[in-house]
Antibody, heavy 120, light 108 residues
Framework: QITLKESGPTLVKPTQTLTLTCTFS??????????VGWIRQPPGKALEWLAL???????RYSPSLKTRLTITKDTSKNQVVLTMTNIDPVDTATYYC????????????WGRGTLVTVSS | DIQMTQSPSTLSASVGDRVTITCRAS??????LAWYQQKPGQAPNLLIY???DLESGVPSRFSGSGSGTEFTLTISSLQPDDFATYYC??????????FGQGTKVEIK
């Protein structure tokens, strides 16, 4: 059974760096074709695709956020980490991580999400 | 960047109605399109992938069609559990994914 869980701070001050961790089980990020992505959703708004890392360490980023995002993986810990620099109140959102199964690049399984509020 | 545009933004319908949601891509994406359902306070749930393939466990009243730039999600007979927000997403290995802005299906 595949599960994913997001963790990180619930409150961040503007200009700080946000670090979120996705801890997963039920699959390995060393399996060919597998990926883990991050998606966010501001309160009452639409989903926004942020970043995705593949089994081979290939990475994709949203063009509009590329300069602020870094996605990394720790295969031994079954974790994927997303860092976002220079945080702003508009980055207040629920952040989800999700599994992309081998050979497919949509998200078939999602974590429950973690709400991050940016405020001074 | 590929932009995804859904219509309508909101849809009012009754139980038993046939419902169709449209998603348009700013350039051809072949059939690399997924549909998700999201209920308040929950994570999205995958319904359809590769434009028309039904995810395991999803009721057969959901169907998807289209290719290139125009896609549709159809609910053949709307059920009380189907009142939710629906998102399309284009995906491919070589670049970033993009979600549509969502379609909220409300009770009429």
């Amino acid at each position: 059974q595949i599960t994913l869980k997001e963790s990180g701070p619930t409150l961040v001050k503007p200009t700080q760096t946000l670090t979120l961790t996705c801890t997963f089980s039920g699959f390995s990020l060393s399996t060919s074709g597998v990926g883990v992505g991050w998606i966010r959703q501001p309160p009452g708004k639409a989903l926004e695709w942020l970043a995705l890392i593949y089994w081979n360490d290939d990475k994709r980023y949203s063009p509009s956020l590329k300069t602020r995002l870094t996605i990394t993986k720790d295969t031994s810990k079954n974790q994927v980490v997303l860092t976002m620099t220079n945080i702003d109140p508009v980055d207040t959102a629920t952040y989800y991580c999700a599994h992309s199964k081998a050979g497919h690049w949509y998200f078939d399984l999602w974590g429950r999400g973690t709400l991050v509020t940016v405020s001074s | 960047d590929i932009q995804m545009t859904q219509s309508p933004s909101t849809l009012s319908a009754s139980v038993g109605d046939r419902v169709t949601i449209t998603c348009r891509a700013s350039q051809s994406i072949s059939t690399w399109l997924a549909w998700y359902q999201q209920k308040p306070g929950q994570a999205p749930n995958l319904l359809i992938y590769k434009a028309s393939d039904l995810e395991s466990g999803v009721p057969s009243r959901f169907s998807g069609s289209g290719s290139g730039t125009e896609f549709t999600l159809t609910i053949s007979s709307l059920q009380p559990d189907d009142f939710a927000t629906y998102y399309c997403q284009q995906y491919n290995f070589y670049s970033q994914g993009t979600f549509g802005q969502g379609t909220k299906v409300e009770i009429k």
